[in-house]
Structure formats: structure tokens, C-alpha cells
């Protein structure tokens, strides 16, 4: 046999023995978890909130409903229906609920803070989708002296 045939076939092999171990040890991790693995999706207490969702929750709370909705152009019940959504922003609404929270939120620190790291996200998402940030070709450089 040719070393790419001996290379294939050990691959089919663990391939085969990682699904085998996988299936073995779904009933343990549906009992660990509470969930079958990757069958179905996370609660709604589960699913992790985004930057956006606490940015804009906090300042409902702090500011109130009809501050944050009309810094934002919405109708209360419109901002009730965003709060409690699932989906996620878009980036272009990411951006006016932080620049909306910055103009609204004086006298907040907190949620200053919280709006300004949002606006750097979608900067930094934006900038990467658009190809204008690199990635590193290597490792960071260091500061020790060359030996």
C-alpha cells in the first residue's frame, strides 16, 4: 500500500472511532448538561445576552422606556418587542443604539462605558468585514534582546 492509501484509511479510522465514542457518550452528557448535545437549542435563560441586548436592557432600566425609545426614533411598544427579541443586531443598529445611548446617557457612567466598548465592536467587526484590519502573520514580537 502507498503512504496516502495507509494515511487514508487511518483517518476513516478515527473518524469512525470518535463517532463511535461520541454516540457512547451522548446519554452521560444529556444527563451532565440536561440537554442532548447539538439536538436542541439552549433555553432562552441559557443563550448567553449580546453586547447590544445588556447595552440596551440597562438602559431601559436606568433610563426609562420613553427616553432610550425616543432616542432611538421608536415607539414604545417597538422598543419592548427589541428588548425581549432573541435575534440579534444588525450591525447598523448596533451602532445607533450605542451612538443614541452616548447622546442620552449623561450623567451615567456605566452605561457610557457600556456604549462606548459597543461602538468599538461594530468599528472592529465593520473594519474586519471590509478586509481594512490584517491578521497577524506571526508571533507578537518580543522585547527580549536577540541571542
Not at 94 to 122: F, K, M, N, Y
Not at 130 to 135: E, L, N, P, V
Given at each position: 500500500m502507498e503512504d496516502h492509501d495507509v494515511e487514508a484509511t487511518i483517518i476513516?479510522?478515527?473518524?469512525?472511532?470518535?463517532?463511535?465514542?461520541?454516540?457512547?457518550a451522548a446519554?452521560?452528557?444529556?444527563?451532565?448538561?440536561g440537554r442532548q448535545p447539538e439536538s436542541s437549542?439552549?433555553?432562552?435563560?441559557?443563550?448567553?445576552?449580546?453586547?447590544?441586548a445588556l447595552l440596551l436592557h440597562r438602559a431601559i432600566t436606568t433610563?426609562?422606556?420613553s427616553v432610550v425609545a425616543q432616542s432611538l426614533n421608536l415607539k414604545p411598544e417597538e422598543l419592548e418587542r427589541l428588548d425581549a427579541s432573541e435575534r440579534s443586531m444588525t450591525l447598523e443598529?448596533?451602532?445607533?443604539?450605542?451612538?443614541?445611548?452616548?447622546?442620552?446617557?449623561e450623567g451615567h457612567p456605566e452605561?457610557?462605558?457600556?456604549a462606548t466598548g459597543l461602538l468599538g465592536?461594530?468599528?472592529?467587526?465593520?473594519?474586519?468585514a471590509a478586509g481594512a484590519s490584517r491578521r497577524h502573520a506571526g508571533p507578537p514580537p518580543t522585547n527580549r534582546w536577540p541571542v
Amino acid at each position: 500500500m502507498e503512504d496516502h492509501d495507509v494515511e487514508a484509511t487511518i483517518i476513516a479510522e478515527l473518524i469512525l472511532a470518535r463517532d463511535a465514542a461520541t454516540a457512547a457518550a451522548a446519554p452521560f452528557v444529556q444527563d451532565v448538561v440536561g440537554r442532548q448535545p447539538e439536538s436542541s437549542p439552549p433555553q432562552p435563560r441559557e443563550r448567553r445576552k449580546t453586547s447590544s441586548a445588556l447595552l440596551l436592557h440597562r438602559a431601559i432600566t436606568t433610563l426609562g422606556a420613553s427616553v432610550v425609545a425616543q432616542s432611538l426614533n421608536l415607539k414604545p411598544e417597538e422598543l419592548e418587542r427589541l428588548d425581549a427579541s432573541e435575534r440579534s443586531m444588525t450591525l447598523e443598529q448596533q451602532r445607533t443604539l450605542a451612538l443614541a445611548i452616548l447622546v442620552v446617557s449623561e450623567g451615567h457612567p456605566e452605561l457610557r462605558r457600556r456604549a462606548t466598548g459597543l461602538l468599538g465592536q461594530v468599528s472592529a467587526a465593520a473594519e474586519f468585514a471590509a478586509g481594512a484590519s490584517r491578521r497577524h502573520a506571526g508571533p507578537p514580537p518580543t522585547n527580549r534582546w536577540p541571542v
